[in-house]
């Protein structure tokens, strides 16, 4: 019998939230505010960010659905999360590509190449934890939810990273080094 933690009831839904409020405050200045103003936005971000909001809404209900008695739903759910998962994963790519294609100067293009090593390192992460997750969905459930937390985690890092008033985000110079 598997242990059952009565305090998951509301950690995921309350993690969900949370990461939902940070992709709003995170993404209000470069995708939310400027899209209505000016109605420019590249169409490649702008499918990434409206996949990356969906994810976070499909988190939220998915980590609803359990405790309220509809599993039924969560597992149909769960399998449009596979598509979800691949068109938010190949999207991820190309925006962190596209962005690392961008001209920097010297001292800085250095520093976007290292931080893009880490991304690289995350697009490995992102399939594994998906998978682990997928894997273990009916043997093994609390190992299932703490995989899909940790990947959505992975994900609204974009998001927390453009939060400028944060401790040590106002700093024109140091700004990148403490976003990671």
């Known amino acids: 019998m598997q242990h059952r933690c009565p305090q998951d009831k509301y950690f995921f839904p309350l993690s969900a939230i949370v990461f939902l409020v940070i992709g709003v405050i995170g993404f209000w200045p470069s995708f939310f505010n400027t899209l209505p103003k000016t109605g420019n936005l590249n169409g490649g971000v702008l499918f990434h960010g409206i996949i990356s ?10 980590s609803t659905l359990p405790s309220r008695g509809f599993l039924a739903w969560h597992k149909k759910l769960g399998y449009f999360s596979v598509v979800l998962f691949i068109l938010l994963y190949v999207s991820s790519i ?25 991304q690289i390192v995350a697009f490995a992460l992102n399939p594994l934890f998906y998978w682990l997750a997928y894997k273990n969905r009916t043997s093994n459930p609390d190992a299932h939810k703490r ?17 400028r008033w944060l401790p040590g985000m106002q700093s024109e110079e140091y700004w990148l080094v403490i976003q990671y």
């Open 147 to 163: 995989y899909m937390f940790l990947l959505v985690f992975f994900l609204v890092e974009a998001a927390a990273s453009r939060i």
């Open 53 to 62: 909001f969906s994810w976070l809404a499909l988190y939220l209900v998915q």
């Open 94 to 118: 190309q925006v962190s590509v596209s962005a690392f294609l961008e001209d920097y100067p010297p001292p800085l293009r250095q520093l976007i190449s290292n931080l893009f090593f880490l």
